[in-house]
């Protein structure tokens, strides 16, 4: 299913809300299942809306540089876009129930990915095994490794990162 900013977040309420917003939104959408669009005016120069650099094609700088107050949200669908690559997405479904955030998709038993949209610790109710714990900042795009944590319980979970946060748990290779 395809989740797009000309149905679901239109232009008007994207630059209301923020950049911080438009993240979310991406990361929401795609821990439950969906695909984002974004319905990008590139270099369509329209008042209030969008103002990129060189859109007149008689001008040198044509084409130079789209808007960049919607980089935030360009950037998010593509670090999504590579989480999408890391993980097993034939396999995962929406569990929302499995994570206090709401936010999770899972294949229990063999990978959780969680969204944490505000700052905080968390929970993820996990099937028995050990599973490597591995961050993501969405505003950045850093990682950072946390070691192991045991299944068969909801442990609790601080992100490493200011702000939002994703988490990937999967399980270990045996030794």
Known sequence: MVNDTDHSFYWIALKKEGPAAQ???VWKSF????????MDPYL????????PIGTDPRDANFGVAVDPYW???????GRT???AQKVNLATMTPQNALSSTTYCLADPGSEYLVYQPKPGSFTVTLAAG??????????????????????????NFTPPFQGDAVLYLHVAPAR
């Open 23 to 25: 993240q979310a939104w």
């Open 31 to 38: 821990l439950r299942g969906l695909q984002t669009l974004f």
């Open 44 to 51: 369509d120069k329209r008042p209030k809306r969008n103002d």
């Open 71 to 77: 980089e935030t949200i360009r950037k998010a669908m």
């Open 81 to 83: 876009l590579m989480i």
């Open 130 to 155: 050990s599973y490597l714990v591995e961050w993501f900042d969405p505003t950045t795009g850093a990682t950072a490794t946390a070691g192991t944590v045991i299944g068969g319980q909801a442990p």
